[in-house]
């Protein structure tokens, strides 16, 4: 398989894989922000520029979706923006107050929503609507609530990789603090992705890519 191509973006050091497949087509995964940083690495890599397909994005949180205003623009309809239901309200015109209220909780201020609300294109709604179970490019979508009510995993089965949004990193998990977090609900969520294939590689929302193997055995659920 092609590794996941890396851009470490936006103020909270937001992880942003761009995922090649078949035929030079790319998932962007989680494009938090720098849509500028995301293009570049598109365009320049070794194997010649990748066209994306898909915008996952593992949840709503602005730190994971602030650059997909942008990247819509400039591919149009040629890439489908991506999420499940539960969190498809961070999206689309009335999504304004949904970041506010979920900034305000995790800042204390909801001040700098107003600057990037007005300096890029508005906040385009999903092409596609995800549920458990929905399959989408190479990856089988896993609803895995907690960190927010529509939190997903994106699992490439046959290469044995999973993209964790918020809910699993690297020696911990995600925050349940904020609105629609629920803590009982990210412990089942964690519980079943420790019982994947414990080879399984682990790509999170920040922080350093792991293993469900290193993961299960070093956190308690």
């Given at each position: 398989?092609?590794?996941?191509?890396?851009?470490?973006?936006?103020?909270?050091?937001?992880?942003?894989?761009?995922?090649?497949?078949?035929?030079?087509?790319?998932?962007?995964?989680?494009?938090?922000?720098?849509?500028?940083?995301?293009?570049?690495?598109?365009?320049?890599?070794?194997?010649?520029?990748?066209?994306?397909?898909?915008?996952?994005?593992?949840?709503?949180?602005?730190?994971?979706?602030?650059?997909?205003?942008?990247?819509?623009?400039?591919?149009?309809?040629?890439?489908?923006?991506?999420?499940?239901?539960?969190?498809?309200?961070?999206?689309?015109?009335?999504?304004y107050?949904?970041?506010?209220?979920?900034?305000?909780?995790?800042?204390?201020?909801?001040?700098?929503?107003?600057?990037?609300?007005?300096?890029?294109?508005?906040?385009?709604?999903?092409?596609?609507?995800?549920?458990?179970?929905?399959?989408?490019?190479?990856?089988?979508?896993?609803?895995?609530?907690?960190?927010?009510?529509?939190s997903?995993?994106?699992?490439?089965?046959?290469?044995?990789?999973?993209?964790?949004g918020?809910?699993?990193?690297?020696?911990?998990?995600?925050?349940?603090?904020?609105?629609?977090?629920?803590?009982?609900?990210?412990?089942?969520?964690?519980r079943?992705?420790?019982?994947?294939?414990?080879?399984?590689?682990?790509?999170?929302?920040?922080?350093?890519?792991?293993?469900?193997?290193?993961?299960?055995?070093?956190?308690?659920?």
């Amino acid at each position: 398989m092609k590794y996941p191509l890396l851009s470490v973006v936006g103020p909270v050091s937001t992880n942003c894989w761009i995922y090649p497949y078949a035929d030079g087509c790319a998932a962007i995964i989680d494009p938090g922000d720098e849509a500028d940083v995301i293009i570049s690495a598109l365009k320049n890599i070794n194997s010649g520029p990748l066209k994306p397909e898909y915008i996952l994005l593992t949840h709503g949180h602005f730190d994971h979706i602030c650059a997909v205003p942008q990247l819509k623009n400039v591919f149009k309809d040629d890439v489908k923006i991506a999420i499940h239901s539960l969190d498809a309200n961070y999206l689309g015109p009335d999504a304004y107050n949904t970041h506010k209220q979920s900034m305000k909780a995790a800042m204390g201020d909801a001040s700098i929503l107003d600057y990037y609300w007005n300096a890029f294109p508005g906040m385009p709604s999903a092409d596609i609507i995800l549920e458990e179970g929905s399959t989408i490019g190479p990856f089988t979508a896993l609803h895995i609530p907690g960190h927010t009510p529509g939190s997903m995993a994106f699992w490439d089965r046959e290469n044995g990789v999973l993209f964790t949004g918020d809910t699993l990193f690297q020696r911990g998990y995600g925050r349940t603090d904020l609105p629609g977090g629920n803590e009982k609900q990210i412990c089942e969520s964690l519980r079943r992705l420790f019982a994947m294939e414990s080879s399984i590689k682990v790509y999170p929302g920040h922080g350093d890519a792991t293993t469900i193997e290193q993961e299960s055995k070093g956190i308690q659920v």
